[in-house]
C-alpha cells in the first residue's frame, strides 16, 4: 500500500484575522520545533483568513529554518476567476502571491451558507490546480441525510462532481470527509463511522484510477480534538485531519499533532 503522509490541517474560519494570526502561527512553530518530530511525521497547513494570509505566511517562513516538517499556508476560498471586475473577491494568483500552497474549496459552511453548488466546487477545483494551489476539496452529509441513509449516496455525488480533476497532478490534492452535523457542534463520526465513509471515498476513486485511490490523501473534518484524534487517524482510510476549532489554540492543534 502506498504510505501517504497524514496532512493536518487547521482551518481558522473568521478568527485571527491579524496580530493574533502572527502569534498563533509563532506558537505553532515553536511547539513543532520543541516536539522535534522527524521528517515525515506529518505535513502541517495552517489556513488565516484573507487579511491575515501573507503577514501569516511570512511569520511561517521566517520560523521555518530547521524544522523537518513542512509547513504551509493555505486560503479557505478564492474566485474561481483569475480577475476581473468582482468586487471583495480573491483570485488564485492573488493567494499564490501572498504565499499560499494549498486552499479548501467547497467547506461545508460554503455550501450550507452560500449556496454553494457541486459544479461550482469543481470549477474552483480545476481553477485550483491550474493555478498551481493544492486543494483541500470538502464532502459531507447533513444530519437529515445520515438520519435518511443517504450518506454515501451524498458523498458519492459530491465526490464525482470533481474526482476526475484531480487525476492532472495525482496526490497535490486531497479529499475532506466534514459531516456536517459533526461541524463545530462538539459531536463527531466515530472511528468507525468515519472509516466507512472514508473506504466508501477510496473505492470510489480506485474506480477511476488505482494511483489516484492510493495517491489521495482524504482527511477527516468534524470537531476533531487531541482527545478524540488518535482513534480517528488510527483508520486506515483516514490520512489526517481538518481542524477546525482546535486550531485556534496551539497547544490544542499539537495535540492533534502528537495523536500521531
Known amino acids: 500500500m502506498t504510505k501517504r503522509v497524514p496532512l493536518i490541517a487547521g482551518n481558522w474560519k473568521m478568527?485571527?484575522?491579524g496580530r493574533t494570526g502572527c502569534d498563533l502561527a509563532i506558537d505553532i512553530m515553536r511547539g513543532l520545533r520543541s516536539a522535534d518530530l522527524p521528517a515525515g511525521t506529518a505535513d502541517v497547513v495552517m489556513a488565516p483568513p484573507f487579511t491575515a494570509l501573507a503577514a501569516v505566511a511570512a511569520t511561517v517562513e521566517e520560523a521555518r529554518a530547521g524544522l523537518k516538517l513542512s509547513v504551509e499556508i493555505s486560503a479557505q476560498n478564492f474566485h474561481a476567476k483569475a480577475e476581473g471586475a468582482f468586487t471583495g473577491e480573491v483570485s488564485a494568483p492573488m493567494l499564490l502571491d501572498a504565499?499560499?500552497?494549498?486552499?479548501?474549496?467547497?467547506?461545508?459552511?460554503?455550501?450550507?451558507?452560500?449556496?454553494?453548488?457541486?459544479a461550482g466546487v469543481a470549477e474552483k477545483t480545476k481553477a485550483a490546480l491550474d493555478a498551481g494551489l493544492r486543494p483541500i476539496v470538502c464532502v459531507g452529509e447533513t444530519l437529515e441525510e445520515r438520519e435518511g441513509g443517504k450518506t454515501l449516496e451524498v458523498v458519492e455525488r459530491q465526490v464525482g462532481a470533481f474526482?476526475?480533476?484531480l487525476l492532472a497532478d495525482v496526490g497535490v490534492g486531497a479529499i475532506a470527509y466534514e459531516p456536517v452535523w459533526a461541524i463545530g457542534t462538539g459531536r463527531v463520526a466515530g472511528p468507525e463511522q468515519a472509516q466507512e465513509v472514508h473506504a466508501a471515498i477510496r473505492s470510489q476513486l480506485a474506480g477511476i484510477s488505482q494511483e489516484l485511490a492510493s495517491g489521495t490523501r482524504?482527511?477527516?473534518?468534524g470537531s476533531v480534538k487531541p482527545d478524540n484524534a488518535?482513534?480517528?487517524?488510527?483508520?486506515?482510510?483516514?490520512?489526517?485531519?481538518?481542524?477546525?476549532?482546535?486550531?485556534?489554540?496551539?497547544?490544542?492543534?499539537?495535540?492533534?499533532?502528537r495523536a500521531l
Open 15 to 17: 478568527f485571527h484575522g
Open 218 to 221: 482524504l482527511l477527516y473534518g
Open 163 to 165: 474526482a476526475k480533476l
Open 99 to 118: 504565499g499560499c500552497k494549498w486552499v479548501i474549496i467547497g467547506h461545508s459552511e460554503r455550501r450550507q451558507l452560500f449556496g454553494e453548488t457541486d
Open 230 to 257: 488518535a482513534g480517528l487517524l488510527a483508520c486506515e482510510d483516514v490520512d489526517g485531519a481538518l481542524v477546525g476549532g482546535a486550531s485556534l489554540k496551539a497547544e490544542s492543534f499539537l495535540g492533534i499533532l
